[in-house]
């Protein structure tokens, strides 16, 4: 028995030792890759508070601590203070942990895992203003929930709120972030953006997002850890700057997705009225339906000079209805006879479908002036007058670049999801 147990022992403490080398390979690739900026594995931990820590660049020591914080005592001044403990481990991920993200049923509770932004403003963590890409991949089981995962999103609480009287009035100060689909496709991969940290194409809200037109797998919330191994998703993103794109990807692919009559759809509605608010302000005089104020930078106009191709839709004696496609919008064009007979009088434009992914986004990320100006980073939930429990599930890794990865440098990201290993 007592050779048995010896062999058990050496067995146990031959598989730790690989874990352990698997464990810091694939840090060490993550860290590896261009922009490189950080990486929470939910592993690494400072030894005075236990607060998770984020791997950095060779030469970096910035203080990326995450702090639990129930953002509702901060700004409703109600509920209890969260802690290391609201946020539970599974004892095996991607990179060797988990954190869970529990359907809290208490409204006044809403934790997350927040790094204030005075320890992450002019880091390279806060990617904004001219030029600037970024890129984030974040390896998750999701239960339910289509809110937020990480990133610099603070949405505010100056707007309505039905959950009673909030202490602590802030305007959204948005960056970048990662989401479960939100209302564009609840349960996908998501990615927002910002370039003024606040509202778009005239609603209230942000409405620059891409999303994929996969879902993630549910896991059911009682499920064992030893059942959880096989779905593991990776969602991430790239917005790349040059060239005026933002993509989602799930699982390392950044599936193509349009969006048909996007005039119809929840979200797309928004930049497909700023679509139509453009159209308007070209032609001479003031339109019907046009709005006189509306800001001219939030007109969504992408490139739509010369067609990719045409189709005929129908053709009279004296009209022809063309849809024109083009690299992120589709265009159904009522055309008229010229002076020579030719159908090139453009009598009506209207928006028949609209690109999800990649989607087109020609501005540069909101560029906070000081600390004050600009949102927290945070992980599991944003900052939010709603308050919805949001997304629930595990978070075992998130990683950001300041820059554009390649496709390939995603999917090599994806394949880390592949073999989850034990801490």
């Given at each position: 028995m007592k050779l048995l147990s010896a062999s058990l022992l050496l067995v146990a403490s031959m598989l730790t030792k690989a874990g352990a080398d698997e464990r810091a390979q694939r840090?060490?690739?993550?860290?590896?890759?261009?922009?490189?900026?950080?990486?929470?594995?939910?592993?690494?931990?400072?030894?005075?508070?236990?607060q998770f820590t984020a791997h950095q660049p060779d030469g970096a020591a910035?203080?990326?601590?995450?702090?639990?914080?129930?953002?509702?005592?901060d700004f409703w001044g109600?509920?209890?203070?969260?802690?290391?403990?609201?946020?539970p481990l599974l004892g095996r991920g991607p990179f060797?942990?988990?954190?869970r993200l529990r359907p809290e049923t208490d409204d006044t509770f809403r934790p997350c895992l927040v790094m204030p932004r005075a320890r992450l403003h002019d880091t390279g963590l806060d990617v904004?203003?001219?030029?600037?890409?970024?890129?984030m991949a974040a390896w998750v089981i999701r239960e339910s929930g289509n809110h937020a995962i990480a990133g610099i999103w603070h949405e505010g609480t100056d707007l309505k709120s039905d959950k009673g009287e909030i202490t602590r009035v802030e305007q959204g100060r948005r960056q970048y972030a990662l989401f479960a689909g939100l209302g564009a496709k609840n349960g996908a991969s998501a990615a927002h953006v910002s370039e003024n940290g606040a509202k778009s194409f005239g609603d209230k809200y942000a409405r620059n997002l891409s999303v994929t037109p996969e879902l993630l797998p549910t896991a059911p919330a009682d499920a064992p850890p030893d059942q959880l191994d096989a779905v593991w998703?990776?969602?991430?993103f790239v917005f790349d700057n040059d060239a005026n794109t933002l993509t989602s990807y799930l699982d390392g692919q950044a599936s193509e997705f349009w969006i048909d009559h996007p005039q119809r759809h929840n979200f797309f509605k928004w930049p497909a009225h700023g679509w139509q608010q453009a159209q308007w302000h070209r032609q001479p005089g003031l339109q019907e339906g046009e709005d006189p104020g509306y800001d001219h930078g939030q007109f969504y106009e992408p490139p739509e000079e010369r067609p990719l191709r045409i189709e005929v839709a129908s053709e009279r004696q004296d009209e022809r209805i063309e849809l024109q496609h083009f690299e992120f919008t589709r265009v159904r064009v009522t055309l008229g006879?010229?002076?020579?007979?030719?159908?090139?009088?453009?009598?009506?434009?209207?928006?028949?479908?609209?690109?999800?992914?990649?989607?087109?986004?020609?501005?540069?990320?909101?560029?906070?002036?000081?600390?004050?100006?600009?949102?927290?980073?945070?992980?599991?939930?944003?900052?939010?007058?709603?308050?919805?429990?949001?997304?629930?599930?595990?978070?075992?890794?998130?990683?950001?670049?300041?820059?554009?990865?390649?496709?390939?440098?995603?999917?090599?990201?994806?394949?880390?999801?592949?073999?989850?290993?034990a801490r």
């Open positions: 840090v060490a690739f993550v860290r590896s890759l261009p922009g490189f900026v950080a990486l929470w594995d939910f592993v690494s931990r400072d030894p005075a508070t236990g910035h203080d990326f601590r995450l702090e639990p914080l129930n953002y509702v005592r109600r509920g209890r203070a969260a802690t290391n403990d609201d946020f060797g942990e988990a954190v904004k203003g001219p030029g600037a890409s970024v890129s998703s990776v969602m991430g006879r010229d002076a020579a007979g030719a159908f090139t009088a453009v009598k009506k434009r209207e928006l028949a479908a609209l690109k999800a992914n990649p989607f087109w986004f020609p501005h540069d990320l909101y560029a906070p002036k000081g600390v004050g100006d600009g949102g927290p980073f945070t992980i599991g939930r944003v900052i939010h007058s709603g308050r919805s429990v949001g997304f629930t599930g595990w978070i075992g890794g998130v990683a950001v670049f300041n820059r554009a990865l390649t496709p390939e440098q995603m999917r090599q990201l994806a394949e880390i999801a592949a073999r989850p290993v």
